[in-house]
């Protein structure tokens, strides 16, 4: 069965620090794999996306994530962190065949970035 | 651009009863997706639906129904609220049979009394 484990339920960070937030996955092939984050009161909304090809992935607001295949993991990074960084970070995947519906979500990162 | 709207925000219930929380989205997205947020285990599939009409059970699916009347709507009703409930509601859409991204609402949060 597929499933998405986020260890780190919280990361606290000082702003203009590196982060690094944790995602691996168990899947039997190459899944499609999102970061989607969810500022306070907002929805979620996607961050960056990994079909296929160059490992890290580039999104918005200056993250980005690598997938290892030898490591089932897509972590997800950035050089330097805002305080509007602060929010809840899920990883997710979704099996790479067609038919296939079901996104599923790791319990999510709660990261708060300290001025 | 298009959006999800979920209503109510809030919903406050008693023990027992019936809730219904509902979801429109104006994307004309074919796939619809109810999703139960719970602090610290991130977001769980209740019900989605591919098409008007069809239903698909997710892991959490027992103790709700849905209903798929129309493209554009994507209702879920909770059949016995249970007692110090409290969680959030998401619907989400996706707008073709791809694993593209899936677009949310802002969530329905419930407490039940």
């Known amino acids: 069965a597929q499933s998405v484990t986020q260890p780190d339920a919280r990361v606290t960070v000082s702003e203009g620090a590196s982060l690094q937030l944790r995602c691996k996955y168990s899947y039997s092939a190459t899944p499609y794999l999102f970061w989607y984050v969810q500022y306070p009161r907002q929805g979620l909304q996607l961050l960056l996306k990994y079909y296929s090809g160059d490992p890290v992935v580039q999104g918005v607001n200056s993250f980005e994530a690598e997938f290892s295949k030898s490591n089932s993991s897509f972590h997800l990074q950035k050089a330097s962190v805002h305080w509007s960084d602060s929010a809840v970070y899920f990883c997710?995947?979704?099996?790479?065949?067609?038919?296939?519906?079901?996104?599923?979500f790791g319990s999510g990162t709660q990261l708060t970035v300290m001025p | 651009g298009g959006i999800i709207t979920q209503t109510p925000k809030f919903l406050i219930g008693q023990e027992g009863q019936k809730l219904t929380l509902k979801c429109q989205q104006n994307?004309?997205?074919?796939?619809m997706y109810w999703y139960r947020q719970d602090s610290g285990k991130g977001l769980r599939l209740i019900y989605y639906s591919i098409t008007e009409n069809d239903l698909q059970k997710g892991d959490l699916s027992e103790g709700y129904d849905a209903s798929r009347e129309k493209k554009s709507s994507f209702s879920l009703t909770v059949t016995s609220a249970q007692k110090n409930e409290m969680a959030v509601f998401l619907c989400a859409s996706r707008p073709t049979i791809s694993n593209e991204r899936l677009f949310f609402g802002h969530g329905t949060k419930l407490s039940v009394l």
């Open positions: 994307f004309n997205h074919d796939t």
């Open positions: 997710a995947l979704s099996p790479a065949s067609s038919g296939s519906w079901q996104l599923i």
